[in-house]
């Protein structure tokens, strides 16, 4: 019997196991089969306070994961595939094997919905990004696009017309679903342009970095190309909670309900990061929300109630 699994090895989860490992908890992490979380698909975090050069995403995460192993966090590779509740403890299944814990912290994350198309995989990082706040400043003086038309798409074009020289809006359909305010402040800003009824249906490079896209209005059927130097997915996020589904209490959209101390609905389960925060979903608030997690856990397993 495990006291504190810890789900999850991106910031939230890393964060929580330092946390629980100092505290003696042993806890054990089960860290996905793409350990490191959403970090490990970043250039360079420049936003992450303590590192004023900058720091990369994998490094950061190495770091973390030593600092957990240091304070005698345990380490296991694998997707959780299923996690039930029995008697008092919990049951989760990684890889087929079966586990026994007294208390779990759910930090499975989220991933950013991609369009689905070939060629926005190849050019992953070289040019085709699905955060802004993370690596808009590598275009700094040149021209974007932003796919999506949410707030998320109108809050990263606004971010980055600071930096950028351009940013173009190509949305599938003639509005915004993005917040009214959202919208005023994208239509007043002159850097701004938008392309409507439109899909992406191919990101155009020349190997080594993206050039342009291909489009195609979804009207008339035509497709046209557009010039560019990058493009930022902003079509939402999917979090990483199917595992969980009929066990724990969840939003319409797959977020897992947690309340203002990371409990969920049942007692010893607690989410931290992307998996519960649809929010903010920086490495930063993930590492809190890990911390926030583990004490609350440590206070569970020691039977103390406040
Ligand atoms: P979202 O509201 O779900 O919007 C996603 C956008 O992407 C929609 O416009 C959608 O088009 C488009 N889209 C989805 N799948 C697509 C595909 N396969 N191809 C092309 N376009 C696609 O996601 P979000 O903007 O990330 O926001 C998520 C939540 O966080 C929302 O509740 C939002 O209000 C909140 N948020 C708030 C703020 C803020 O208040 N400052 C900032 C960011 C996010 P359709 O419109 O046609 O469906």
Request: aromatic letters at 6%; charged letters at 25%; glycine letters at 10%.
């Amino acid at each position: 019997m495990e006291k504190l699994v810890i789900i999850g090895s991106g910031m939230a989860g890393l964060t929580a196991a330092i946390y629980a490992a100092r505290a003696n908890l042993h806890p054990l992490v089960v860290s996905g089969k793409a350990e490191g979380g959403q970090l490990m698909l970043t250039t360079v975090v420049e936003n992450y306070p303590g590192f004023p050069e900058g720091i990369t995403g994998p490094e950061l995460a190495e770091k973390c994961r030593q600092q957990a192993k240091r304070f005698g966090a345990r380490f296991k590779d694998g997707n959780v595939e299923a996690f039930t509740a029995k008697g008092s403890s919990y049951e989760l299944v990684v890889e087929g094997e079966k586990i026994e814990a007294k208390c779990a912290i759910i930090a499975t994350g989220a991933s950013a919905r991609m369009l689905g198309i070939e060629s926005e995989k190849k050019y992953f990082n070289l040019g085709v990004h699905t955060c802004a706040t993370c690596d808009a400043a590598f275009y700094t003086g040149k021209d974007v696009i932003v796919v999506g038309g949410g707030d998320s798409a109108c809050e990263e074009s606004l971010f980055m017309t600071k930096l950028v020289s351009s940013v173009t809006i190509i949305h599938r359909r003639s509005g915004f679903r993005a917040s009214k305010v959202m919208q005023e402040r994208v239509f007043a800003n002159s850097k701004i342009k938008t392309v409507w009824n439109s899909a992406v249906e191919e990101v155009l490079g020349d190997g080594k970095k993206v050039t342009g896209v291909k489009i195609k209005d979804t009207n008339s059927g035509k497709t046209s190309e557009l010039k560019t130097d990058a493009v930022f997915l902003a079509i939402g996020h999917v979090p990483n909670t199917a595992a969980f589904k009929g066990a724990l209490s969840m939003e319409e959209n797959g977020y897992i309900k947690a309340d203002s101390r990371l409990r969920t609905n049942l007692p010893g389960v607690f989410a931290a990061g992307d998996c519960c925060d649809k929010i903010y979903r920086q490495a930063i608030t993930a590492a809190g929300m890990g911390c926030m997690a583990a004490l609350e856990a440590e206070r569970y397993l020691e039977g103390v109630q406040r």
